[in-house]
């Protein structure tokens, strides 16, 4: 079952610019995690947060989760063109069996140069 | 390089035929996964082996039959490949319970079946 919803579909920014994704999901985790997939690759893990956290930075990454509202936000700041790819939020749920992730249907980001 | 990596990247087939997808892990992790990406890039779990032991089976056909000969193997076998089984399919690994971190994935399998 699809527990994801991530919003924008896609995204067009100039490089430089910051690129924010949302993610909203329906049911109680443990954590929410963050991936990119470049064209015809595999997911790339970028960022985990737990539940009990608010706010978490890598980089230039920002993830914020609000469990009140089951949403998490992803901003990537001073965009670049290599940052052009697909991102999906997942969650994992301790009531899950071994963890699984569930994945949203993604946002496509094009950072034009 | 610690990885996960799956062979073949791209496969071709015919309706009917059966085919094997072969995963490997040398990152230490004690639990594999298989997931379909469909053209709509949405992703799908399909099992979980954890140890070698299966503890996630989505709905899948039973078509599809996953085998861990150990626990850093995962494969998956298809018999009777129809149109839809069309998709990419993922291997990944992590160490068990998503608290854990995050999932490593390898670079996917092209199915086309025609």
């Known amino acids: 079952s699809q527990q994801g919803e991530e919003d924008p579909q896609a995204l067009s920014i100039q490089e430089g610019e910051n690129a924010t994704m949302n993610c909203s999901y329906k049911?109680?985790?443990?954590?929410l995690q963050w991936y990119r997939q470049n064209s015809g690759r595999g997911l790339v893990h970028l960022i985990l947060?737990?539940?009990?956290?608010r706010e978490k930075h890598s980089g230039r990454l920002r993830v914020t989760l609000d469990t009140s509202k089951k949403s998490s936000s992803l901003l990537i700041t001073a965009s670049r063109a290599a940052d052009t790819a697909s991102y999906f939020c997942?969650?994992?749920?301790?009531?899950?069996?071994?963890?699984?992730?569930?994945f949203g249907q993604g946002t496509e980001l094009s950072v034009k140069p | 390089d610690t990885a996960v990596s799956q062979t073949p990247k791209y496969l071709v087939t015919q309706m009917g035929n059966d085919k094997s997808i072969k995963c490997e892990q040398n990152?230490?992790?004690?639990?594999m996964y298989w997931y379909k990406q469909d053209s709509k890039k949405f992703l799908k779990i399909m099992f979980s082996?954890?140890?070698?032991?299966?503890?996630i089976n989505e709905t899948v056909p039973n078509r599809f039959s996953p085998k861990s000969p150990d626990k850093a193997h995962l494969n998956l076998h298809i018999n009777s490949l129809e149109l839809g089984d069309s998709a990419v399919y993922f291997c990944?690994?992590?160490?068990?319970?998503?608290?854990?971190?995050?999932?490593?994935f390898g670079s996917g399998t092209r199915l086309t079946v025609v």
């Open positions: 049911t109680s985790i443990n954590n």
């Open positions: 997942a969650t994992g749920s301790l009531t899950n069996q071994g963890g699984k992730l569930i």
């Open positions: 990152l230490g992790h004690d639990t």
């Open positions: 990944a690994s992590s160490h068990r319970g998503t608290g854990g971190g995050g999932y490593t």
């Open positions: 082996y954890n140890n070698k032991e299966l503890i």
């Open positions: 947060i737990r539940s009990n956290e």
